[in-house]
């Protein structure tokens, strides 16, 4: 009896159910629609904020152009399909009064310092076709030099357009995005002059 | 125009019915290819509007034009029949699928002048033939050589026999209330008001209906001959270009008969509160089009088991205690049908 009357309850919830799913869909089929129509309209950028696109570098708040990346090789080690590559910059060669003012130094006992290597990497490229998007990278970096940009209609025709030198894409977003009043002058940025950047 | 019209009456009855029978046929064909073209574009705007996308959108106004396209394509691909297969059953199949389906519609009141052909067992032609169905999705499977579409016909069988019991016993209700088997006679029984229609006297027998038709038209949730998941393509795996056409057609041919004879059956036919007319059957049976998409869409599909175990345990018994407690209250109580009828005629 007591089964009976259980199995009979287990009957009209099931029933019910049915019109619950019904009323579900009902209510989807005169609801606004939630895609857009792509090559007519865009994600607004709300949306497009939450997408999660290749990684790109994050400048300096001095200087947008410069990366905050110590070349620490951190994110390198970190990536699980080793899709990025980092090369340290050299240290600079010492000019001969500068090596003579060393050795000098030296030699009184005193102990003078190389002229260091700059810490921004002298070249970051970044294969996208590998990339598992695992943020591995993004945690793993201790300035906080990688982020994810938000680029949901990244297309390209051949492979090497995915293979991308984050460099130089910096420095093309730098250029295109509103300099800020305390930011420093971006244009000035090239490969001869981050030194003195990277060392403060 | 005068003497045509005195040619025609000249003739003797027999050519005359003979006549009428080839006019109703062409009127069928054309009837049932565009109801076809309809119900795909419906289908799959329903499809999208019950995701919240558009649906079909880039061809025509709104996608309009996306079923001729897909028409087009199938038409032009080349068709192929795998090797070991049975070449003669192969391309029966699908015609098999298809013809019968022609001749089910020629009992289907559309209105009180519309019908192509009234007999006395105007339902009796309609369930009997509709058997065809289930031979040709035998073929298919069997003929193709294919595993899964063996198990799809296998499936497809099992399903289609199991349904037609309940199928049977709720048509049976409403005939032995209406004492008559021909569709036009059960719509003249009923009403224009929705309280005079059978599905005010019959609802469980509409209910078990409609859940009968959705695995006898091998729609979802019973859809599975064809579950693509597990069978790809169940019984039409092997079947390309047309023959696969055929069958698509099929399926949406049967949708519209088997919503046109609930329509008959328990909606009032052709008749409505007001201006009585083809206008209103075509309306109850593209409503019943739509409940069956929106079905199709909402739930997933049954297990093997689960659905063998509704119709045997659940809706043939109800059948038999429906057909049961009509044939009671027909014997002792005529008056309370009397009242209903006397309401509706």
Not at chain 2, 177 to 201: A, E, Y
Not at chain 2, 218 to 245: I, K
Request: glycine share 6%; aromatic share 12%; with cysteine.
């Amino acid at each position: 009896m007591k089964n009976m009357i259980r199995c009979a309850g287990e009957t009209v919830k099931g029933i019910w159910s049915l019109f619950v799913g019904l009323g579900i869909t009902g209510k989807y089929f005169v609801s606004r629609k939630r895609t857009t129509y792509y090559p007519r309209e865009t994600v607004e950028k709300a949306a497009a904020d939450s997408f999660r696109g290749p990684i790109e570098l994050v400048g300096t708040p001095k200087n947008p152009a410069i990366p905050k990346c110590i070349s620490c090789m951190l994110c390198v080690q970190a990536c699980p399909s080793n899709c990025i590559t980092v090369k340290k910059r050299p240290a600079p060669v010492m000019t001969a009064e500068e090596q003579k003012a060393f050795d000098e130094a030296l030699a009184r006992g005193e102990n003078p310092k190389k002229p260091s290597a700059p810490k921004d990497p002298a070249v970051y490229t970044y294969d996208f076709t590998y990339c598992s998007l695992c943020a591995c990278c993004v945690e793993a970096c201790p300035v906080n030099s990688i982020k994810f940009s938000h680029e949901l209609y990244l297309s390209g025709t051949r492979r090497e357009d995915f293979n991308i030198d984050l460099l130089a894409r910096l420095k093309r977003t730098a250029k295109s995005a509103p300099v800020k009043e305390k930011a420093a002058p971006a244009p000035a940025a090239t490969d001869e002059t981050p030194a003195t950047e990277a060392s403060a | 125009m005068q003497q045509i019209f005195d040619f025609f009456t000249s003739l003797p009855p027999m050519v005359l019915d003979v006549i009428h029978l080839a006019v109703a046929l062409v009127a069928i064909i054309a009837f049932v290819s565009a109801n076809a073209i309809v119900l795909v574009y419906m289908e799959r705007k329903v499809a999208g509007f019950v995701q919240r996308r558009p649906g079909p959108y880039e061809v025509g106004p709104q996608g309009v034009l996306q079923v001729v396209c897909d028409a087009v394509k199938l038409i032009g691909k080349q068709i192929v029949r795998p090797t070991h297969s049975d070449p003669a059953l192969f391309w029966l199949a699908p015609v098999l699928a298809f013809f019968p389906v022609l001749l089910l519609f020629l009992p289907i009141p559309f209105s009180s002048l519309l019908t192509g052909w009234n007999p006395d067992l105007g339902i009796l032609l309609i369930l009997a033939f509709a058997g065809i169905n289930v031979i040709a999705v035998l073929l298919a499977g069997y003929a193709s050589n294919n595993k899964w579409g063996l198990l799809g016909a296998a499936r497809g069988v099992s399903q289609s026999v199991a349904y037609e019991i309940p199928l049977l016993l709720s048509v049976l209700a409403i005939a032995m209330m209406t004492g008559t088997l021909s569709l036009t006679n059960i719509v003249d029984g009923q009403g224009g008001w929705p309280w005079q229609w059978n599905i005010f006297l019959q609802p469980v027998a509409f209910v078990i209906y409609l859940i009968s038709v959705f695995a006898e038209t091998n729609r979802a949730p019973f859809d599975l001959p064809e579950g693509e998941s597990e069978l790809t393509g169940g019984f039409h795996t092997e079947y390309s270009g047309m023959g696969f056409g055929l069958f698509f057609l099929a399926e949406y041919a049967n949708m519209v008969l088997v919503c046109s004879v609930a329509t008959a059956l328990f909606l009032g036919g052709w008749k409505g509160p007001f201006f009585d007319g083809p206008w209103w059957f075509m309306a109850k049976v593209y409503s019943l089009l739509f409940f069956m998409m929106w079905v199709r869409w909402t739930y997933p599909r049954m297990r093997f088991d689960q659905m063998l175990n509704l119709n045997w345990k659940w809706l043939l018994p109800l059948g038999v205690l429906n057909l049961l407690a009509t044939a009671f209250c027909m014997k002792f109580f005529p008056m309370i049908a009397k009242i209903f009828q006397g309401g509706a005629a």
